[in-house]
């Protein structure tokens, strides 16, 4: 059995470039969500997707912020242009859907920008 | 004034210590209640959870809901150093899709 999957788990990069993320949900799981996390905080609610479809986004998700999931699998979130602002977790969960709405999390992916 | 509040203390206790963790929240309508542990630097891992109202067992760890004082807690018995974490509450409505909100969480640390 294999939880929800990050990668990388540690990215640090220079202000204003590029970075994405990559989430693999629990096999069989429709939803997937994206959260950010600072320090000394809960999870942030990002954006979630239903399959293959982005439902909601918050907004926190500016328009530097994208994220994909190409038929219903894997997950990426990219944030363009980079600033020292966007260093947090960014966490990624699944849900099985059908009404069960638990939401089981992946390790995060850091990331530090310089 | 956020939907859910938990203290984020430290809260320091000696080994085999009871443990009381709480959050409370404005949001009614939340249905789902639920609680994390997070060790540092790795992501929360799923402890409990309650639908509605009641209490819910599980080994030393105890949820219990006040929908009518929108209070939550979670009990730890005999508490053990490898729980030392932070431990959040979460919580979310019911009917479809609900995203859900966290509380900031409590620092635990177990001494032994």
């Known amino acids: 059995d294999t939880g929800v999957s990050q990668n990388p788990r540690h990215k640090i990069t220079k202000r204003g470039q590029n970075v994405t993320f990559r989430c693999d949900p629990i096999?069989?799981?429709?939803?997937l969500y994206w959260y950010r996390q600072t320090l000394g905080q809960g999870p942030e609610f990002l954006t979630y997707?239903?399959?293959?479809?982005?439902?909601?986004k918050s907004r926190l998700l500016s328009d530097r912020f994208s994220a994909e999931r190409p038929k219903g699998s894997f997950s990426t979130l990219e944030i363009q242009r980079t600033e020292q602002g966007d260093s947090a977790m960014y966490l990624c969960?699944?849900?099985?859907?059908?009404?069960?709405?638990?939401?089981?999390f992946g390790p995060g992916t850091r990331l530090l920008v310089l | 004034q956020k939907e859910v509040e938990q203290d984020p203390g430290p809260l320091s206790v000696p080994e085999g210590a009871i443990v009381s963790l709480n959050c409370t929240y404005s949001?009614?309508?939340?249905?789902?209640f639920m609680w994390y542990r997070q060790y540092s630097r790795k992501g929360p891992e799923l402890l409990m959870y309650?639908?509605?109202?009641g209490n819910k067992e599980d080994g030393r760890f105890t949820a219990q809901v006040d929908k009518s004082s929108k209070y939550i807690s979670l009990f730890i018995r005999d508490s053990q150093p490898s729980d030392s974490a932070t431990y959040l509450c979460?919580?979310?409505?019911?009917?479809?899709?609900?995203?859900?909100?966290f509380g900031t969480g409590t620092k635990l640390q177990v001494i032994p």
């Open positions: 969960a699944s849900s099985p859907g059908a009404g069960e709405e638990i939401q089981y």
């Open positions: 096999s069989e799981h429709n939803r």
């Open positions: 997707f239903q399959n293959e479809a982005q439902l909601e």
């Open positions: 949001n009614s309508a939340f249905q789902y």
């Open positions: 309650t639908y509605s109202s």
């Open positions: 979460a919580m979310s409505r019911t009917g479809g899709y609900q995203k859900v909100t």
